[in-house]
C-alpha cells in the first residue's frame, strides 16, 4: 500500500509505461481519505465552507486548495493512463470519461480490469 503511493508520488508526470490495479486504487482510497479528514478539519478551523472568502486568509486558502487540488489532477491523471496501459490499451480512452455517467462507469470498468502483457512495458 505505502509502496503503490509513493510510486504515485514520484512518477506524477510519467505517462508512459504502467500501472498495476494496487497502483491505481491504493492511491485513490488514501487520496479520498485524506481529502476528506482535510476538508472537515480545514472548515472547523475557517469557521465556514472553505469557497466562502471574507478575507486574505480565506483567500490564500483557497488558493492553496486550487493547487494541491491541480497537482493532485495531475498526478490522476498520469496513473490513469499508464493503468490503461496496463489493460493493454491507449491511454487516448481517458477522454471516455468526456461522456457524462456512461463514461465514468466504462473508465471504472477499465480501471479495475486485469493486467495484460502490454507492449508499453
Known amino acids: 500500500m505505502i509502496e503503490s503511493y509513493k510510486r504515485y508520488w514520484k512518477q506524477i508526470g510519467v505517462f508512459s509505461g504502467t500501472a498495476s490495479r494496487p497502483d491505481y486504487w491504493w492511491p485513490a482510497i488514501i487520496n479520498y481519505v485524506l481529502g476528506v479528514i482535510f476538508a472537515?478539519?480545514?472548515?472547523?478551523?475557517?469557521?465556514?465552507?472553505?469557497?466562502?472568502?471574507?478575507?486574505?486568509?480565506?483567500?490564500?486558502?483557497?488558493?492553496s486548495v486550487k493547487i494541491i487540488g491541480f497537482v493532485v489532477f495531475i498526478a490522476n491523471w498520469s496513473v490513469k493512463v499508464r493503468r490503461l496501459h496496463?489493460?493493454?490499451r491507449s491511454g487516448w480512452w481517458i477522454l471516455i470519461e468526456i461522456i457524462p455517467v456512461i463514461g465514468w462507469i466504462w473508465m471504472f470498468i477499465l480501471m479495475i480490469l486485469p493486467s495484460k502483457k502490454s507492449r508499453w512495458n
Open 40 to 63: 472537515v478539519i480545514l472548515q472547523n478551523v475557517l469557521g465556514h465552507p472553505m469557497n466562502d472568502i471574507y478575507s486574505w486568509k480565506d483567500l490564500n486558502v483557497d488558493l
Open 86 to 88: 496496463d489493460t493493454n
